[in-house]
């Protein structure tokens, strides 16, 4: 029987995980269907009672659910149980169990961007949703040392703070108002910038105004595409990253724990590339800026491999695809975001 994976989000139409997945089904010759359900909030519960069926092997997890679907499973894993988010389901007999990959995405997208500079320890991030959630967790992993989280609505971000007061016992996390001034003066004195809101989904719009960039952060943004942010960002002589790595690395964890299997990273990495060129949206949307508009991404300068930039600035860390020597997305419209 074809067992079935699916991705539950709203909206998913047209997912990049859905590429990347079914190729490495594919690739393995796993007999397995990855399938899009859009399930708006109030549909989330039947949808994963649904998931308890033998023919699941289990499902991922996205916006706006990756909260909201943490008390209809059976079981978290460490990491979904720290975070207090889930990406992933897998199934035990008729049980559900609750996995968050995104945190091992960001860490190797993390180590990515720093290259081969020491770790920095001063973080701000940007967002406090299922997303934030694991890119807060994997900085209190790493060892920062202050982390502020800037959110619309503060209250989300103080619950979020509250959430990691105990892991974040030995460090300083904090929540602050959005307030330019506010988030200028941060940025002053960090190292690290994450954009973790969905700010540039569904336009080319930027979370911050260019000119409160100083130049020599590291500019990490969940998003699968060339953002405004990153633009700016690239411009100001940042060091820049898109979500394909986190992308990719969550994925490829989620299906080593539907399958038990190493993952095909490179064919994974070559089916997001393909996607992505052939301008497919990500199951968490696509920024809609004229790709003539946009910076080509590249290697970071930090890494000793970067290439310059239009701008001459140092930015972007490498796609895992263009690393493993697939082709990177060249073209119209291939300039999609995140899972
Ligand atoms: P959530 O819906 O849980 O959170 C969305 C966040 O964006 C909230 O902090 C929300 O603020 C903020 N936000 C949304 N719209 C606005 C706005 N107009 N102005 C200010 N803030 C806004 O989503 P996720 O955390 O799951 O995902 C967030 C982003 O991260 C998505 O774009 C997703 O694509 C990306 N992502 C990428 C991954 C990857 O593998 N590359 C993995 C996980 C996420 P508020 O709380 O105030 O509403």
């Known amino acids: 029987m074809t067992k079935r994976v699916v991705l539950i ?3 998913v139409a047209h997912s990049l995980s859905g590429a990347m997945q079914q190729a490495a089904f594919d690739e393995l010759g796993i007999e397995a269907r990855y399938e899009l359900w859009d399930r708006p909030p109030i549909e989330l519960a039947d ?3 649904e998931l308890r069926e033998d023919e699941f092997l289990g499902a991922n997890v996205t916006i706006p659910h990756k909260e909201r679907v943490v008390p209809l499973v059976d079981r978290l894993t460490d990491e979904a149980h720290a975070t ?6 897998t199934r035990e007999g008729h049980k559900l169990v609750g996995h968050n990959t995104d ?3 960001f860490k ?3 180590d990515k961007l720093v290259g081969r500079q020491k770790m920095p320890r001063l973080a701000v991030v940007l967002g406090s949703g299922g997303g934030a959630r694991a890119v807060v967790y994997g900085l209190i992993r790493e060892g920062f040392q202050r982390v502020v989280v800037f959110n619309r609505h503060l209250h989300r971000a103080e619950g979020m703070v509250k959430h990691f007061n105990r892991s974040a016992a030995h460090m300083e996390l904090r929540a602050m108002p959005w307030h330019e001034s506010i988030i200028e003066a941060e940025l002053a004195k960090t190292k690290v910038l994450v954009n973790a809101t969905s700010i540039g989904l569904d336009g080319d719009e930027s979370p911050l105004p260019a000119e409160i960039l100083p130049p020599d952060l590291l500019v990490l943004d969940l998003l699968y595409a060339r953002t405004r942010l990153l633009r700016d960002a690239a411009a100001a002589g940042c060091t820049v990253s898109d979500g394909e790595t986190m992308l990719l690395h969550q994925g490829a964890a989620a299906f080593t724990l539907w399958t038990g299997q190493p993952a095909p990273l490179e064919t994974m990495g070559a089916a997001l590339a393909e996607a992505r060129a052939h301008g497919v949206r990500s ?4 920024p809609t800026g004229s790709p003539a508009d946009e910076v080509p991404m590249a290697e ?3 890494s000793g491999e970067g290439t310059p930039s239009k701008s001459g600035s140092s930015e972007a860390a490498p796609s895992e695809a263009s690393a493993s020597g697939t082709p990177a997305a060249g073209g119209a419209g291939a300039e999609p975001s995140s899972s």
């Open 84 to 89: 207090g988010a889930v990406n992933t389901l």
């Open 300 to 302: 970071t300068a930090s």
């Open 283 to 286: 199951a968490e949307g696509e």
């Open 108 to 110: 190797v997208a993390l």
């Open 47 to 49: 949808a994963v009672t």
């Open 103 to 105: 945190v091992e995405g």
């Open 9 to 11: 989000g709203h909206p």
